[in-house]
């Protein structure tokens, strides 16, 4: 059962936000916040999504590639693995991920770069001890699906 409401509601004389809009909105914030969704506007999201399309993801033993093999950069490339059971250690081209590229919770772990037009990234799953994760416990999804 799916249920549908307005944003506004008539209310003394002149339209306000719904208790439920308000609610929403404050969701996405909190969620845009922890880097877990991205909001803008639609021509925006058409643009980036196209963007996105174009972004090459291979498999390799202990992680994935990501190639963009473009003219144009992709800003704010966003992915997520889930599956997995502990915080991994992301490694971009063999340095860390900045703490304030991605966010952990209980769902999974997501992360954001740019990836700029003609260029090859390799991403590396590690355990924080260093030792590669088992390829089969975590899955891949991109801000553009799987």
């Known amino acids: 059962h799916t249920e549908t409401w307005t944003l506004l509601e008539g209310k003394d004389g002149q339209y306000v936000l ?14 845009q916040k922890k880097r877990d969704i991205w ?3 639609i021509v925006a999201i058409g643009d980036h999504l196209r963007g996105m399309e174009r972004l090459i993801i291979e498999d390799h033993p202990s ?3 990501i190639a963009n ?12 693995l889930s599956g997995l059971t502990k915080e991994p ?3 971009l081209d063999h340095v860390a991920l900045p ?4 966010s952990w919770d209980a769902e999974g772990f997501s992360f954001s770069m740019d990836v700029q037009a003609n ?3 390799r ?3 590690v355990s924080q001890e260093m030792s590669m994760l088992d390829r089969w416990t975590w899955k891949i999804r991109t801000n553009a699906g799987e």
């Open 18 to 31: 719904r208790d439920e809009a308000e609610k929403l909105f404050a969701e996405l914030g909190i969620r």
């Open 39 to 41: 909001v803008a506007g």
């Open 63 to 65: 992680g994935f590639t």
């Open 69 to 80: 093999p473009g003219d144009g950069s992709v800003e704010g490339a966003s992915f997520r």
């Open 89 to 91: 250690l992301i490694m």
């Open 99 to 102: 703490e304030e590229q991605y």
């Open 119 to 121: 260029t090859l990234h």
């Open 123 to 125: 991403i590396d799953v």
